[in-house]
């Protein structure tokens, strides 16, 4: 719902598709969620670099640099991680609009916000792909590359997905890529060959 009564699009004169016409690429938001520690982070780092060498128009929105700015303002409970995700959405919606194949890294544990995301964008040009990480709570526990799941465990941060809040896993994700058992490289290349299959790059 919009608040301001006197406010129209305004429509602009360089349409999307004339962009991935002049990119010779289409744009998409490529959303990858998993546990703390699944790799989300490293992954979309990699991809980006992958695409970027193949002069393909990219950027990562990452959960943990949003927060830095964008929503600086907002905690960790279901009604901010629902506004965090709104914001993010409507962000990686203006980067699709403008040429650009997105890529978020967010643990958003809770389905229905992924789908309200999943809801912003045209389905009839597949440009939603969400990739979930699977990987087991145990390894991303040995992983722990920030030391969350320890400060977790130990009581120290409150609301900590996986251990003391829900994550919900993706029921019918386009890519499941289980980061437990294969490596970062091949992981990228499985979202490298759907984005192919999909005739995206
Ligand atoms: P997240 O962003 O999901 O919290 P990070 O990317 O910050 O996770 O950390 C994941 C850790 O797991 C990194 O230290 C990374 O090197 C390691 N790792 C091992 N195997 C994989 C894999 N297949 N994909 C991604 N990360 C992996």
Redesign the pocket.
């Known amino acids: 719902m919009v608040k301001g009564k006197n406010i129209k699009w305004h429509k602009a004169k360089v349409t999307k598709k004339d962009r991935w016409m002049q990119n010779a690429h289409r744009s998409a938001l490529i959303w990858i969620t998993?546990?703390?520690?699944?790799?989300?982070?490293?992954?979309?780092t990699e991809l980006e670099h992958t695409l970027f060498c193949r002069k393909i128009n990219t950027f990562v929105l990452d959960?943990d640099n949003v927060r830095h700015g964008l929503c600086k303002d907002l905690g960790f409970s279901a009604e901010c991680r629902k506004e965090n995700l709104r914001r993010v959405g409507e962000v990686a919606k203006l980067l699709v609009d403008a040429g650009v194949l997105t890529i978020a890294?967010f643990?958003s544990p809770y389905a229905a916000d992924r789908n309200n995301i999943r809801a912003l964008f045209n389905s009839d040009d597949e440009e939603f792909i969400e990739v979930y990480?699977k990987c087991d709570i145990s390894i991303c526990e040995q992983?722990d590359?920030?030391g969350l799941y320890k400060k977790a465990r130990a009581g120290e941060i409150p609301q900590f997905t996986g251990i003391s809040d829900p994550y919900e896993e993706p029921l019918a994700p386009e890519i499941i890529?289980e980061?437990?058992r294969?490596?970062?490289q091949?992981?990228v290349d499985m979202i490298i060959d759907h984005l192919r299959g999909r005739k995206i790059i």
């Open positions: 998993g546990l703390s520690a699944s790799g989300k982070s490293t992954v979309a959960g890294a643990i990480l992983r590359p920030k890529i980061t437990d294969l490596t970062v091949e992981s």
